[in-house]
C-alpha cells in the first residue's frame, strides 16, 4: 500500500465527498464557516497547505463563528462523555487534585460569566496548574484581547487535529 492510499492520507481527504469531508473537518472544529472556507480550497498539495489554509480561514471567522467553534468544546476538567479526543486533549486535568479541580470549576464559571463563553485553550500537554494559571492571568483581558487569544488557541487546536486527517503514513 502507497502513502496516497492509506486512510489518514492527504490523497484521501482530498478525494472524500463534499458530505464526508464536512464530516470529518466538523469534527476538527464546530464552526460552519471555517469548515466551509477549507472545502472552498480543496485540494491541498501538501499537508502545510491545509494548515496554512486553516490559519488563513481561522483569521476570517467572525465573532459569531468563533461562537460557534466554542460551543463545540467542553470547559477545562469536564471532558465531553465518551468523547476521546476532549478526553485526551484535557488528560493534564486526569491526575489533578480535587482542590485544583474545584477551583478549575470556580474560574471557569467566573470566566464564563465575564466573557460568555468556555475558557479555551489548547490544553494538550499542559499540566492542571498551568491550565489554571491560563485562565487566572486571562480572566483579566478585555474581551476584544480575549477573542484573538481564542481565535489563536483554536487555530492550535485545529491544527493538532487536522493533522491525523492529513498526516502521510510510511509505506509497509
Known sequence: MTSSTTPGSLARFNALEEQAAYAALHEVCASSAWVRGLLARRPYATPDALFAASEAVMAELTTAD?????????????????????????????????????????????????????????????????????????????????????????GKINRIRLSPLVQQEDEA
Not at 94 to 105: P, Q
Open 66 to 154: 468563533l461562537a460557534e467553534a466554542m460551543a463545540g468544546h467542553p470547559p477545562i476538567g469536564r471532558p465531553k462523555p465518551g468523547d476521546p479526543t476532549s478526553s485526551r486533549e484535557q488528560r493534564g486535568m486526569a491526575g489533578a487534585s480535587a482542590d485544583l479541580k474545584a477551583e478549575m470549576l470556580e474560574l471557569n464559571l467566573a470566566y464564563q460569566e465575564k466573557f460568555g463563553h468556555v475558557f479555551l485553550i489548547c490544553a494538550t500537554g499542559r499540566t492542571g496548574e498551568q491550565m489554571r494559571d491560563a485562565v487566572k492571568d486571562r480572566i483579566g483581558n478585555s474581551p476584544e484581547q480575549e477573542r484573538e487569544i481564542v481565535r489563536s488557541e483554536l
